[in-house]
């Protein structure tokens, strides 16, 4: 018997920008974005030097029906702006939780874009989440601003492995209770 795990992802629209599923056709701007060190660096996932064909595997896992998370693009076309400016994803957990993360490419960093996407998704709270936790690397403290900005709450230090930096890197710990 199969289950089917398949999640209708839904698209969030803000003034200046669509949050999209990702689909294929990102893997070029994804590959160009992921492959910048300052981006790498600051997740705990994407490597550096960024492999061959890492972009779209990512892409290919993201958009599957078995995903454990949904992965949004920061899609600004209606804006006359890039179709890819950066990623937004939620990871499900138990009990009506997940943990967002998001990246940002360098070129949209301190135009607020960051902050809209998390707020943009925190209200539209596509999984029903009662709570969406984060975490961001300590010394990337404009994460932290973004997380604060849209209401979640600081509650303690941890640490997380980043594959670009090949180390456990400390990390801010943040929530926020939904309803």
């Not at 809209?116 to 009662?130: G, I, K």
């Amino acid at each position: 018997m199969s289950l089917d795990n398949h999640i209708e992802q839904p698209v969030v629209e803000t003034e200046r920008f669509d949050l999209r599923p990702l689909r294929l056709s990102d893997v070029g701007l994804l590959e160009h974005y992921m492959s910048d060190e300052r981006v790498a660096r600051m997740t705990s996932s994407i490597p550096h030097p960024l492999p061959p064909a890492a972009a779209e595997a990512y892409v290919n896992r993201v958009i599957s029906s078995e995903r454990l998370e949904d992965v949004w693009a920061m899609d600004g076309l209606k804006s006359d702006r890039a179709e890819l400016m950066g990623i937004i994803s939620l990871d499900r957990m138990d009990s009506n939780q997940s943990e967002v993360r998001y990246w940002v490419a360098p070129v949209y960093w301190n135009t607020g874009l960051a902050s809209d996407a998390v707020r943009a998704l925190v209200e539209a709270n596509p999984m029903n989440n009662r709570t969406i936790f984060a975490s961001v690397f300590q010394d990337n403290p404009a994460s932290g601003r973004v997380l604060t900005n849209c209401g979640f709450d600081y509650i303690g230090d941890a640490e997380e492995f980043s594959v670009a930096r090949n180390a456990k890197v400390p990390t801010w710990t943040y929530i926020n209770k939904l309803g």
